[in-house]
């Protein structure tokens, strides 16, 4: 190619760059593997999550032990994939975020992130006294907290966010306000995690949900 026809090429593509960034493929991803208990470091996991009124309870070195030991039981039981980052104040973002069977997902918010829009790709999550299946949605406003179980094939959802959070804000904020309610997430998690499978490919929870439905035989 000519070096007229590199810089025409290039003056083209520049007609197409919006203040969130260029055209961009992330071409055929893999799913990232869990993180396996044994890589869990407990008395370091709490450094994840703002937790002051967990800490203001029952005092900040008993809550960082508590954290420690949900992260350690729930975390063989999800996994989360960049599908696109753009990291700049107005960029969007799509990852992919499965959970296991039955998993227990604390409430929680992302208050640094902004709006988030949820798109079910196969599997089912039971929230509040909905089960919201396959091709469901779910607007989750900047901070709000929220939590939900994942159904008896698991859960593959995808999640976009658009900008609009607060930059000093935290990351991870843990919204469960009991020891009992995170002892009851630790419980679930360990008699669940049996049933724990990722994925091989993106949407495989499907063939596993329809198996659960009947309406494919088991492997």
């Keep these: 190619m000519s070096t007229q026809s590199n810089q025409n090429a290039s003056e083209q593509a520049k007609k197409f760059v919006s203040a969130r960034g260029g055209f961009e493929i992330n071409a055929n991803p893999e799913i990232v593997p869990p993180v396996q208990r044994t890589r869990v470091r407990a008395d ?6 703002s937790h002051e009124p ?6 900040a070195a008993e809550a960082r ?4 030991e949900m992260v350690k039981a729930f975390i063989p039981g999800t996994t989360t994939t960049p599908l696109l980052v753009q990291k700049n104040p107005s960029g969007m973002s799509l990852v992919h975020v499965w959970f296991g069977a039955n998993f227990p997902l604390f409430r929680h918010s992302h208050p640094k992130f902004g709006d988030c829009l949820y798109y079910v790709v196969a599997g089912e999550i039971i929230m509040g006294k909905q089960t919201l299946k396959a091709g469901s949605t779910f607007f989750v406003p900047n901070g709000q907290p929220y939590k939900y179980t994942a159904g008896p094939a698991g859960v593959e959802l995808l999640e976009f966010r658009a900008g609009g959070g607060l930059p000093d ?3 991870m904020k843990l919204d469960e306000t009991s020891f009992t309610a995170i002892d009851k997430i630790i419980d679930e998690s360990y008699a669940n995690d049996a049933a724990w499978q990722v994925p091989d490919s993106i949407g495989d929870t499907a063939i596993r949900q329809a198996q659960i439905d ?3 035989p088991e492997a």
């Excluded at 370091?44 to 999550?49: I, L, N, P």
């Excluded at 967990?54 to 005092?59: D, I, P, T």
């Excluded at 032990?65 to 420690?68: A, F, M, P, S």
């Design 44 to 49: 370091r996991s709490a450094d994840g999550f």
């Design 54 to 59: 967990l800490a203001e309870k029952y005092g």
């Design 65 to 68: 032990t508590k954290i420690g």
């Design 169 to 171: 804000a935290p990351g």
């Design 214 to 216: 009947g309406r494919l």
